[in-house]
């Protein structure tokens, strides 16, 4: 469930920030109490338009999957513009004149469908993503790995340990990334440190089961 809410007032204690929000025209009292909601996922906008970087990021990602599909550009930029209507519940986007934070999550559509789908970019994905934690976990998701894109495997930034069962310890709280056989090498090789300032990449958190992910 996707709604536009409005900030109505904000406090600030020692347990956190505190804020009381409204949703006009809609009536979800027991829709809430129904569903048992108790978490929602808040996305702050701040106003500002889609910058100059972002705009190129989303064109040249455009680009290429319209090289893949064998689309032409402008009806693949469209095409995904209902992706992202699909996978965010957001209204239809024009990149000329959206949000930062719509910006960035249009990109973030583009990425996760190009890794899903092996496009080939013109240029290494950590390069191309307007966020680089959200890059890095659909990298984890789909297999996919984060330097070159090709297929990979899970590689754990915070060593499990000799001796221990990989299946059977709980690595939830593992810095973990997902590395091609190549990269997973050089990663042993020349060490996590050396390797991470390298490639600007790191390892990051989920609490989801990965095994359930792909």
């Known amino acids: 469930m996707y709604e536009t809410a409005y900030l109505e007032r904000v406090m600030q204690d020692e347990y956190g920030t505190h804020l009381y929000i409204t949703i006009p025209d809609r009536l979800l009292q ?13 996305r702050f906008d701040d106003g500002r338009h889609i910058s100059i970087d972002q705009r190129k990021k989303a064109y040249a990602t455009i680009n290429d999957i319209a090289l893949w599909t ?6 693949e930029k469209e095409d995904m513009k209902y992706e992202y209507i699909k996978r965010t519940g957001r209204d239809y986007i024009s990149l000329s004149n959206c ?32 966020d680089i934690g959200k890059y890095l976990y659909y990298c984890i998701k789909h297999r996919k790995c984060c330097i070159c894109g090709r297929p990979g495997e899970i ?19 593992f810095r973990k990334m997902c590395l091609c056989r190549e990269h997973h090498t050089i990663a ?5 440190t050396a390797f ?16 359930l992910m792909a």
């Open 30 to 42: 027991d829709t809430i109490i129904e569903k048992r909601i108790r978490k929602a996922e808040m």
């Open 70 to 75: 064998g689309n032409v550009p402008e009806a």
């Open 99 to 130: 949000t930062m934070d719509e910006a960035r999550e249009f990109i973030n559509v583009l990425m996760e469908f190009a890794i899903e789908n092996g496009v080939p970019l013109s240029e290494r994905g950590i390069e191309r993503t307007d």
């Open 155 to 173: 590689h754990h930034v915070d060593t499990i340990g000799m001796g221990n069962d990989r299946k059977k310890v709980d690595d939830s709280s």
């Open 188 to 192: 042993h090789q020349r060490g996590m």
């Open 196 to 211: 991470e300032k390298m490639y600007k990449v790191y390892g990051i958190v989920i609490k989801e089961d990965i095994r």
